[in-house]
């Protein structure tokens, strides 16, 4: 391997057999370039698994920066931002398609990252104009158009079925269960990999409760919404993305509402069908999760769905929980109708973990949970997800321009920060019967891998005046409804 300087660069470029890799760096790059002859010579493996690499763009999260876009303002830029996802998701799918070849520093530079950056800065741009030139927030955006690319290796997965899954997918014309093959559309099926996955067994006990204090609201209140039996699917995300088709890049499952789509306004949603047995209108949604045999869904060719490397078996769940509880201090107040809560954080391995929450685990051994790693269950134990939504909100919004600093979670001892208000903690638990050592992933954002750390929750309150009441009432008053 060779070290060569560059002077009057900011990325490192890390040349391999199949790909480069970008990261951000002051002052100076590093290029590093291996020879393929050496590194077959140093290991017969060596090549194989170089062959099995894939990129993936990282670029700044623009949306966590916006906390304090106008009211007005805030359609304009939720699909600017929608556009920004679209645009990072062509650029990898660009990147994927070249990954089978020798891509060079020179092409991922000219062809990827310049271009993207430049679409970037145009939107930040406009960003900036709906929200006003002067404000303190826009003023800093244009440092975030710059992205860089990753590499990493995609092993094989921890499953005995792949050589299985392999010609399945051979045969089903492309799409394969695990490594990094070719999705249907030239979008690359990245992820899971080997490390991704953990046996539950060999995981230590790590949830601790806070202790409930005297005048802690001790009840239940639980809505039965079924498994979406309905099979209600698509790509888009309502609250991060209103207005724009297939704004999530990957599948929802949903249960409860029924017409909950990227142009369900408040009004649609009060009035839709719903899946809930009490009534309840609140739509409740998350990634679906996916068997990676190699065989082809409806969506194989579709946006959200294989074009963008979510291929495999949708997997419905076994059992769906939708609980809500008291808080652990004190009594809870209403929520608002049409409030809006996103737990977990879909861009988590790129954006680092601060706000990733969803956990796995297994039936059985669900005092130990896992948030960056896939559950290997032991025969007759179902995979479990769980995600656990804030509950303390600020009193006055239904949802924020990031979707995040209008609700918290409650501090160590259960209570909530100065401000905020306890509300009913609500607790999505979905099950689901995967054979032992089988091959599965969530969907997600093409540059997010798969990774289970990317796992999210997302939650509209629907509910009526009157349902909320009696919820509140049975949390308050430590009795179980529902």
């Known amino acids: ?34 020879n393929n002859a050496s590194a077959a010579r140093q290991s017969p493996n060596r090549t194989e698994s170089a062959a099995r690499s894939s990129m993936t763009i990282q670029c700044p999260d623009v949306a966590t920066r916006l906390s304090n876009v106008p009211q007005k303002a805030r359609p304009a830029v939720d699909k600017e931002l929608a556009e920004m996802d679209t ?50 927030q826009a003023s800093g955006l244009g440092s975030m158009a710059s992205c860089t690319v990753k590499q990493g290796a995609v092993d094989a997965a921890p499953a005995a079925a792949p050589a299985a899954a392999d010609a399945k997918a051979q045969a ?5 269960a695990a490594g990094g093959a070719q999705a249907a ?16 067994k060999k995981v230590r006990p790590n949830v601790k409760n ?23 699917f698509n790509s888009d995300n309502v609250i991060v993305a209103p207005g724009v088709s297939n704004g999530a890049h990957h599948m929802h ?15 649609i949603l009060a009035t839709a069908t719903t899946s809930c047995t009490n009534g309840d209108r609140s739509t409740h949604y998350w990634p679906v999760l996916r068997l990676r045999d190699g065989k082809n869904e409806k969506d194989a060719g579709a946006p959200g769905g294989g074009t963008e490397g979510n291929v495999g078996t949708i997997l419905q769940p076994t059992s769906v929980q939708l609980t809500f509880r008291g808080s652990a201090v004190g009594k809870v107040a ?71 600093t209008h609700v918290a979670f409650a501090g160590a001892n259960g209570g909530c920060g100065k401000g905020f208000k306890a509300i009913p903690a ?41 349902l909320m009441k009696q919820a509140v009432k049975c949390i308050n008053s430590g009795r179980k409804c529902g």
């Open 210 to 232: 806070p202790r409930k204090q005297a005048g802690a609201s001790k009840g239940t209140f639980s809505s039965r919404c079924g498994r979406n039996e309905n099979k209600k």
């Open 1 to 34: 391997m060779r070290y060569k300087k560059r002077h009057k660069r900011s990325r490192v470029l890390v040349v391999s057999a199949v790909g480069v890799t970008a990261l951000a760096v002051g002052g100076g790059a590093l290029l590093m370039t291996d």
């Open 87 to 136: 645009q990072v998701a062509g650029a990898y799918k660009q990147l994927a398609a070249q990954a089978t070849k020798a891509a060079d520093q020179e092409w991922v530079r000219t062809r990827v990252l310049e271009p993207l950056s430049s679409q970037r800065r145009s939107a930040l741009n406009r960003i900036s104009t709906r929200m006003g030139q002067g404000s303190q």
């Open 172 to 176: 089903a014309g492309g799409a394969q």
């Open 426 to 466: 609500l607790t999505q638990r979905i099950t689901y019967k995967i054979a032992p050592k089988a091959v599965f992933a969530v969907d997600s954002f093409p540059e997010q891998l798969h990774k289970p750390v990317t796992d999210h929750g997302d939650f509209i309150n629907v509910m009526s005046d009157s």
């Open 253 to 267: 499952d949903y249960v409860g509402n029924q017409k909950n789509d990227a142009f369900a306004t408040d009004q």
């Open 334 to 404: 209403a929520m608002p109708k049409f409030l809006r809560i996103i737990t977990g954080d879909a861009k988590a391995f790129t954006n680092g973990t601060a706000n990733a929450n969803a956990s796995w685990s297994c039936t059985g051994f669900e005092n130990r949970q896992l948030k960056d790693k896939y559950p290997l269950c032991p025969k007759g134990s179902n995979v479990v997800r769980t995600f656990k939504f804030q509950s303390c909100w600020d009193g006055r919004n239904s949802d924020s321009a990031n979707h995040r």
């Open 185 to 200: 559309g030239g979008a690359q099926a990245a992820g899971p990999q080997k490390a991704d996955f953990v046996d539950i």
